[in-house]
């Protein structure tokens, strides 16, 4: 019988995180949710049902190592999914020290200390990281300094990560997804001032099919970026 891979899992609360968390949740894969409070927690273990849940706030990063040392970490990591994410538009002249150190807390510093954290057990399973990224992270545009600044940051820590971890078996892919259909999106057009409408944008699904892909590619390939953008 196989061995049912383990995956941990941010931001599996909506959108993009949550279609990924139901994908692998539906074909018996283990997964280890993690939430930013113990009250979040049990929400995302009553919607999955036999997953694990670990609990820290990304906004924290300083305090993660604490927050972990209080809970059970998995021995084998298949797979480390960073999907969470802010976003908090402004201008340059606008944005404050708080807006900035929030967004690269939990966009860029947070993944980095997770995976500090997880490697040991992804260098066992010779796993993978997926970083999921945005179009922000390859081009910055008015309004969007801090978030892309934060973007443009886990790209390199990605491509740090893949060339120090290929000599362990270590899978690094960075998705940068276009905008997609979700409740971050929503914010996103409400501070823009525009009308939000799901239907013109991608919707989560596919990107946690190419997700899936990146992670379900025999282990002699490598998915090291991909670029998805609205269809419609």
Known sequence: MARMATHVITGA?????????????????????????AGR??????????????????????????AFSH????DRVDSLLH????????????????????QLDVNL??????????????????GHVVFVN???????????????????GLKALADSLREEEHCNGVRVTSVYPGR?????????HRQEGKE?????WIDPESVATTILTSLDLPQDAEINDVTIRPGR
């Open 71 to 74: 809970q059970t970490l998995p």
């Open 180 to 188: 997609t259909a979700s409740p971050m999106q929503a914010k996103v």
């Open 41 to 66: 927690a049990k929400d995302l273990a009553a919607t999955f049902p036999g997953a694990r849940t670990l609990v820290g706030d990304l906004a924290d990063p300083d305090r993660l190592s604490w």
């Open 109 to 126: 510093i947070a993944p980095a200390e997770l995976t500090r954290h997880f490697l040991p057990q992804l260098r066992v399973a010779r």
């Open 196 to 200: 939000y409408d799901p239907d013109r």
């Open 83 to 102: 999907i969470a994410g802010v976003v908090d538009l402004g201008a340059v002249h606008e944005l404050t020290p708080k807006s900035w150190r929030q």
């Open 13 to 37: 609360g909506s959108g993009i995180g949550a279609a990924v968390a139901r994908r692998l949740h539906a074909r018996g894969d283990e997964i280890v949710l993690h939430a930013r409070d």
């Open 134 to 152: 945005s179009g922000a992270g390859l081009n910055a545009h008015a309004g969007w300094s801090a978030y892309a600044a934060s973007k443009h």
